[in-house]
T-cell receptor
Framework: NAGVTQTPKFQVLKTGQSMTLQCAQD?????MSWYRQDPGMGLRLIHY???????DQGEVPNGYNVSRSTTEDFPLRLLSAAPSQTSVYFC???????????FGSGTQLSVL | QKEVEQDPGPLSVPEGAIVSLNCTYS??????FMWYRQYSRKGPELLMY????GNKEDGRFTAQVDKSSKYISLFIRDSQPSDSATYLC??????????FGTGTSLTVIP
């Protein structure tokens, strides 16, 4: 019973590099989302999706891109990494938006 | 004003103590209330889930929701060192975003 799986667990990037954080869930959840967690600021919503082909912006979307081609996968792309994007990133999914939310184990990203 | 307010602590208690964690909120539309436990360098783990007002008990954990006061609580009885973690409250309205508290850091001293 895998739940929400995120890869990689750790990543170090140089300023300006791009990369994709992967997220997959096997619970047939329609709602998926990406959060970043920074000390003292809690969890902040980056992007979310209420189903395949539908995405929308959250509180802090700048510098990130998402797409949702399947129910299972919701990758997060960093277009041109900046030191301000150093953070821990969590993917989360829910059967319906607003219901129980389940988190992945996180990706710790450092941008130098 | 933030949608959800949570005292960050830190909170330090002796083993066996009763712990009370609280959050207040401003949006009367919230219907779903959750508590998450997050160990260091791990993802938040759903601990308790409550719909609307009332109490819910699960082992040593009790969640309370008072919608009239816009106040939710998590009680931990007979606290154990393994309960040492950061506890996040979260809430939402159906079909809407989730709102999180910033978390309360708890240490249970053996």
């Amino acid at each position: 019973n895998a739940g929400v799986t995120q890869t990689p667990k750790f990543q170090v990037l140089k300023t300006g590099q791009s990369m994709t954080l992967q997220c997959a869930q096997d619970m047939n959840h329609e709602y998926m989302s990406w959060y970043r967690q920074d000390p003292g600021m809690g969890l902040r919503l980056i992007h979310y999706s209420v189903g395949a082909g539908i995405t929308d912006q959250g509180e802090v979307p700048n510098g990130y891109n998402v797409s949702r081609s399947t129910t299972e996968d919701f990758p997060l792309r960093l277009l041109s990494a900046a030191p301000s994007q150093t953070s821990v990133y969590f993917c989360a999914s829910s059967y319906e938006q607003g219901r129980k939310l389940f988190f992945g184990s996180g990706t710790q990203l450092s941008v130098l | 004003q933030k949608e959800v307010e949570q005292d960050p602590g830190p909170l330090s208690v002796p083993e066996g103590a009763i712990v009370s964690l609280n959050c207040t909120y401003s949006n009367s539309a919230f219907q779903y209330f959750m508590w998450y436990r997050q160990y260091s360098r791990k993802g938040p783990e759903l601990l308790m889930y409550t719909y609307s007002s009332g109490n819910k008990e699960d082992g040593r954990f009790t969640a309370q929701v008072d919608k009239s006061s816009k106040y939710i609580s998590l009680f931990i009885r007979d606290s154990q060192p393994s309960d040492s973690a950061t506890y996040l409250c979260a809430m939402s309205a159906f079909g809407n975003q989730f709102y999180f508290g910033t978390g309360t850091s708890l240490t249970v001293i053996p």
